[in-house]
């Protein structure tokens, strides 16, 4: 057990710009979550994948946000055209079944200049 | 929906000493889980305690312990003899029972533990 690994840890970019964040779960753990936690507040539910399949969004998840999860191991969210407002600690988390904790990564900080 | 609200921005204790961190909660459903996770600085988050809203026994681990208060919506966590690493950010979360168990956090507690 490896603990839910996510890349990169810091990421710079210019406004207009497009991103991508890597998530790598905990071998067999079927539940992925992304969270995204600005400065000051708790985490906000994102996305959830069982498997490959993308189950609930959030509201938050404007268009720009696309997250994927092909094969059912690691999953990527991607960010077009980002915005100040993106700016924020984006969270992973994984779980092996109903009913069970979820599992957090470190994080990737995103920071628009 | 479920909303989770956490009024004590901030919290300090002496080493040795016990603190307890507040919760409040909103849902209106029947099978839910209520969490406390901890989050260092510049560290992943960490659960520190989970109740499942029908076991009527507080949920204890080791230092850490709660109150769950069903009837009032009160879901407390209380640290006893406090340690210097128990220094983070505190968050406590609810979710649903069943779909995606998606976590709700309330904005967190920062608890600064004092030698």
């Known amino acids: 057990d490896t603990g839910v690994s996510q890349d990169p840890r810091h990421k710079i970019t210019k406004r207009g710009q497009n991103v991508t964040f890597r998530c790598d779960p905990i071998s067999e753990h079927n539940r992925l979550y992304w969270y995204r936690q600005t400065l000051g507040q708790g985490p906000e539910f994102l996305t959830y994948?069982?498997?490959?399949?993308?189950?609930?969004k959030s509201r938050l998840l404007s268009d720009r946000f696309s997250a994927e999860r092909p094969k059912g191991s690691f999953s990527t969210l991607e960010i077009q055209r980002t915005e100040q407002g993106d700016s924020a600690m984006y969270l992973c988390a994984s779980s092996s079944r109903d009913n069970q904790p979820q599992h957090f990564g470190d994080g990737t900080r995103l920071s628009i200049l | 929906a479920q909303t989770v609200t956490q009024s004590q921005p901030e919290m300090s204790v002496q080493e040795a000493e016990t603190v307890t961190l507040s919760c409040t909660y909103d849902?209106?459903?029947?099978?839910?889980?209520l969490f406390w996770y901890k989050q260092p600085p510049s560290r992943q988050m960490i659960l520190v305690i989970r109740q499942e809203a029908y076991k009527q026994q507080n949920a204890t681990e080791n230092r850490f312990s709660v109150n769950f208060q069903k009837a009032a919506k009160s879901f407390s966590l209380k640290i006893s003899d406090s340690q210097l690493g128990d220094a983070a950010m505190y968050f406590c979360a609810s979710s649903t029972q069943g779909g995606s168990e998606k976590l709700v956090f309330g904005k967190g507690t920062k608890l600064t533990v004092n030698p």
């Open positions: 849902t209106s459903e029947s099978d839910y889980y």
């Open positions: 994948f069982q498997n490959e399949a993308q189950l609930e």
